[in-house]
């Protein structure tokens, strides 16, 4: 590879589904004498064990482990994030964070993309890997604009593309790699070697907006959307800039319109099995009251009651035959 400029001393890595497979792959081959600090989130579940450093530091010449809060940042090493806390980095140390959920991932790969990328401006390089939906590209877009350097795995060899298309697809100077030249990358891109064109042509990017900065509550949030956050249910806001691609809340809480869209698929089948329950037990209470007065010989009293029993039964089962078709894709 030819002259690429200055080093990046900061490697940030972003995955999600599929991700722990490559990391495996591709940090077996990151010599021991890489001259850079890396900082790796995967999204894992709140309440799940951190097995990753565990898992990488089998296969890794550079020291692994779960980062802790207020780790100096130092070359050679690699830190994960653990659980349920979001990673940020700051010119001389790492803060780990309980903050808002975003794109619902806690760590999340955008909050650590983006800390970078406006502490270290253009000595980061971010990669993101594997996995659904589009938490980290967002922050992507903010290292490029920072004047770092993006990367994706290639989709076509990752085991869920969605995650790394996405990233390309929002920046037009993203390099797409394979996972067998990740390594060789990452090298190039810390000791300032890193080819400055992209290994093919991305996808037309398009218009994201600025991501600088959290909202607080006494911020002026933006423009009203007309969407409630699926996390805290209050309402979403969108950046003044048009063709925004991404919506927060006043608590911080953040998503991309593809994972907002996920988000409301899900909370639109929890609330119809809430109505087919509570129809359904509409219809035992109301069978218990028709039973009842029919023991007692009321009756018009107990043929009002089974109509209501019926009627119940029969509205659980629509409700039910609507969420058992399936959405158009």
């Known amino acids: 590879m030819g002259d690429g400029g200055p080093s990046r001393e900061i490697i940030v890595i972003g995955g999600s589904a ?5 990391l495996v792959r591709f940090l077996s081959d990151l010599p021991s004498t890489l001259p850079a600090a890396v900082f790796i989130v995967v999204h894992v579940l709140p309440a799940s064990e951190n097995y990753l450093p565990a898992l990488l530091r089998r296969v890794s010449a550079l020291p692994v ?16 994030a653990p659980p349920d806390r979001h990673m940020i980095l700051h010119v001389d140390h790492v803060e780990l964070t309980r903050g808002p959920t975003e794109n619902s991932s806690r760590p999340a790969i955008d909050p650590l993309f983006r800390s970078a990328a406006e502490s270290f401006g253009p000595g980061v390089c971010a990669l993101l890997l594997s996995g659904h939906l589009s938490d980290g590209t967002i922050g992507l877009r903010r290292v490029a604009t920072c004047g770092g350097v993006a990367m994706a795995q290639d989709p076509s060899e990752a085991l869920y593309p969605e995650m790394p298309r996405n990233g390309i697809a929002a920046v037009q100077s993203c390099l797409v790699i394979p996972p067998e030249r990740l390594a060789a990358s990452i090298v190039a891109a810390a000791t300032g070697k890193l080819e400055s ?17 959290i909202l607080w509550a006494s911020d002026v949030p933006g423009t009203p959307s007309g969407l409630t956050c699926p ?3 209050g309402a979403l806001w969108s950046d003044e800039e048009p063709g925004s691609q991404s919506l927060r809340c006043r608590i911080g809480h953040r998503f991309s319109y593809e994972t907002l869209e996920h988000l409301q698929r899900v909370e639109v089948e929890r609330a119809m099995l809430a109505a087919v329950r509570a129809l359904r037990e509409e219809a035992v209470v109301a069978g218990r009251i028709a039973a009842t007065a029919e023991s007692g010989a009321l009756s018009e009293m107990a043929e009002r009651f089974r109509e209501r029993e019926q009627a119940a039964s029969h509205h659980a089962d629509v409700v039910l035959s609507v969420l058992q078709e399936p959405f158009s894709p």
Not at 18 to 22: I, L, N, Q, S
């Open 197 to 213: 064109t992209p290994i093919r042509d991305p996808v037309p990017a398009p218009a994201l907006p600025s991501t600088e900065g």
């Open 231 to 233: 996390e805290c249910h």
């Open 18 to 22: 599929g991700a722990a497979d490559v």
């Open 65 to 80: 482990r779960a980062a802790h809060d207020g780790d100096r940042i130092e070359p050679g090493r690699i830190l994960i």
